[in-house]
């Protein structure tokens, strides 16, 4: 199956924010997400099927030369495929294609997966939020991501999407990229 990936507009909020609500417990309300698509300072990309519908999705904020990587979920049902690794590399890609100089998140300490899957894009921790999350108390690790400006860093984008696209592959999928 074709996937491939779309800038969020409004007549796909809703898909977005059904998925926040399955994935993260609606972290996010509807509005929060129409104050994203309108912002200049947001990318909100999504992973689209032929069926026009979203499998996930992931929202960058750029302030100053930072992309600040503030949400990533992908529908249950299409997780451990390699999509997140999609939305992954498509927000590294808008980084570098926005000369950002690095990118940075923030990740529950427990998610395992999570954290492999930004080490495998160069993420290191460089610190802790203690007790960031208010729900659980958990605390979240602060992963940043070094040089996304550089020609070096768009080399390893072209080296991690031939990867990428063989993975999708192995998984069923054909990834436009």
């Known amino acids: ?14 898909q977005i924010h059904a998925i926040d609500r ?7 309300s ?10 200049p300072n947001s990318y909100l990309v999504g992973i ?21 990587i503030t949400i990533l979920a992908v529908r249950p049902e299409y997780q451990r495929q390699g999509l997140g690794s999609y939305l992954v590399w498509g927000l590294l890609k808008a980084a570098h294609d926005r000369s950002l100089e690095w990118a ?8 395992q ?18 007790n960031y999350y208010q729900v659980t108390g958990e605390d979240a690790l602060i992963l940043w991501c070094k040089g ?10 072209q080296i991690w999407q031939q990867d990428l696209i063989q993975v999708l592959a192995s998984k069923g999928w054909v990834a436009q990229i």
Not at 148 to 157: E, I, R
């Open 1 to 14: 199956m074709q996937v491939r990936l779309v800038e969020i507009t409004k007549a796909l909020l809703s």
């Open 22 to 28: 399955t994935c993260l417990g609606g972290l996010w």
């Open 30 to 39: 509807l509005e929060a997400y129409e104050r994203e698509v309108c912002s």
């Open 48 to 68: 689209m099927s032929p069926e026009n519908v979203i499998l996930g999705f992931g929202c960058l904020w750029s302030i100053l030369e930072e992309a600040h």
């Open 104 to 111: 940075t998140l923030e990740v529950r300490a427990s998610n």
């Open 113 to 130: 997966p999570a954290i492999a899957l930004y080490q495998k894009f160069g993420f290191t921790e460089v610190g802790r939020r203690r």
């Open 148 to 157: 996304t400006h550089t020609p070096a860093f768009g080399k390893s984008l």
